[in-house]
T-cell receptor, first 112, second 114 residues
């Protein structure tokens, strides 16, 4: 069974600084997708960024980028120029077929 | 384009009762997935419906059941409620069921069982 591990229950970052959230996963499959979702207090799960396992190039979406290390089964999220609106729970997720498998989440706090 | 909606927003039930949660999928989406998110945890996959048929189920007992209608909206039913069923229930719709299609989440229904 696939598992996703987020080892940082909570992280803090100063506004305008950079922070990296860690994620590792376990799978025996070769074709899959990885995601980072943001869940603010409003509860709405919002997709931040996705990575296809067959792509070697790391995905980037504006201030958000990933470091995807397939052999190490590692998928970290880097947030540059952090903003107050980035404060939320962040979930790493894995998907190969019909379901998403989520990690336990990392609470990100942004200090002004 | 209307996003994924869920109703009700929140509700309170007593142990042993039954509850029905509803989800309207995004326009054009034929797949709905349901997740349970306990407080402080990541969402757990309950099941998925594709074109009105169950298309995969997570590790949840049979008292969790679902339905998908011809317009692809969906219901989640939970019988014989237990205290541990208290959680945020999320539904997500996607264009198709396979992995390359993004799942779009609704705002969730907060269920409290007392």
């Amino acid at each position: 069974a696939q598992t996703v591990t987020q080892s940082q229950p909570e992280m803090s970052v100063q506004e305008a600084e950079t922070v990296t959230l860690s994620c590792t996963y376990d799978t025996s499959e070769s074709d899959y997708y990885l995601f980072w979702y943001k869940q603010p207090p409003s509860r709405q799960m919002i997709l931040v960024i996705r990575q296809e396992a067959y792509k070697q190039q790391n995905a980037t979406e504006n201030r958000f980028s990933v470091n995807f290390q397939k052999a190490a089964k590692s998928f970290s999220l880097k947030i540059s120029d952090s903003q107050l609106g980035d404060a939320a729970m962040y979930f790493c997720a894995y998907r190969s077929s019909n379901k998403l498998v989520f990690g336990a989440g990392t609470i990100l706090r942004v200090k002004s | 384009e209307t996003g994924v909606t869920q109703s009700p927003t929140h509700l309170i039930k007593t142990r042993g009762q039954q509850v029905t949660l509803r989800c309207s999928s995004q326009s054009g989406h034929n797949t709905v997935s349901w997740y349970q998110q306990a407080l402080g945890q990541g969402p757990q996959f309950i099941f998925q419906y594709y074109r009105e048929e169950e298309n995969g189920r997570g590790n949840f007992p049979p008292r969790f059941s679902g339905l998908q209608f011809p317009n692809y909206s969906s219901e989640l039913n939970v019988n014989a409620l237990e205290l541990d069923d208290s959680a945020l229930y999320l539904c997500a719709s996607s264009l198709e069921w396979t992995g390359e299609h993004e799942q779009y989440f609704g705002p969730g229904t907060r269920l409290t069982v007392t």
